[in-house]
């Protein structure tokens, strides 16, 4: 998948951002422009899994929203198990019996990454429940510097995009109507 591609799909925008993480950015990644097309979500998770220890696996746990799609795409495509963390207050939760025994070797998904922040919910429920995690990998990773997790970390495109907080954001300071997409609530600023 090129980056002429992914424009062409309408899965990366130009313009002034509002992240989920409440960040800035002029690129914006419209996930779903992925996510709806099979074929395409079916080469970007074979790509990911082919950078991880995914044989390791047993279940494969995504965040939801965009996540579920990928966990479900990764555990196909594995033949094993997806397991779905949703969210629940400021964290995520097993529902639908999904829980990892403990032990369990899991490999996390997820569709973006750009500070990591459901990565790590997840993380944390994962440790909760006492599962291995063995694996993380993101469709797409945003992030300017990877997050250090500890765990191997693969993604089928990585594409830098820089953000900005509010306050020193340039977009802001040249007038640039906000724009805010996605479906997560921002946290306040």
């Known amino acids: ?18 992240l ?20 395409v979500l079916n080469e970007l998770v074979a790509t990911m899994l082919a950078q991880l220890p995914a044989h390791t696996a047993q279940v494969v746990v995504g965040p939801t929203l965009g996540g579920v ?16 963390a ?11 019996d999904g829980v990892p025994e403990p032990g369990t070797p899991v490999l996390v998904v997820d569709d973006v990454l750009t500070t990591g922040t459901s990565i790590r919910e997840v993380l944390t429920l994962l440790e909760e429940c006492r599962a291995r995690v063995v694996g993380i990998g993101v469709l797409i ?4 510097t990877p997050p250090p997790f500890g765990i191997p970390l693969a993604s089928a495109l990585r594409l830098p995009a820089v953000s900005y907080a509010p306050e020193e954001c340039p977009l802001c ?4 109507p906000l724009t805010k997409r996605g479906s997560r609530e921002t946290p306040p600023r």
Do not use: C, W
């Open 173 to 176: 300071r040249a007038g640039m």
């Open 69 to 84: 799609l990928v966990a479900y795409e990764a555990a196909r495509q594995l033949g094993i198990r997806a397991a779905y």
């Open 86 to 96: 949703e969210r629940e207050g400021d964290g995520r939760v097993f529902r639908r």
């Open 141 to 144: 990773d945003r992030s300017e």
């Open 1 to 18: 998948m090129t980056l002429e591609q992914l424009q062409q799909m309408g899965a990366i925008l130009e313009g002034h951002f509002l």
């Open 20 to 39: 989920t993480s409440g960040r800035h950015s002029a690129i914006y990644f419209e996930k779903f422009r992925l996510l709806e097309q099979p074929r």
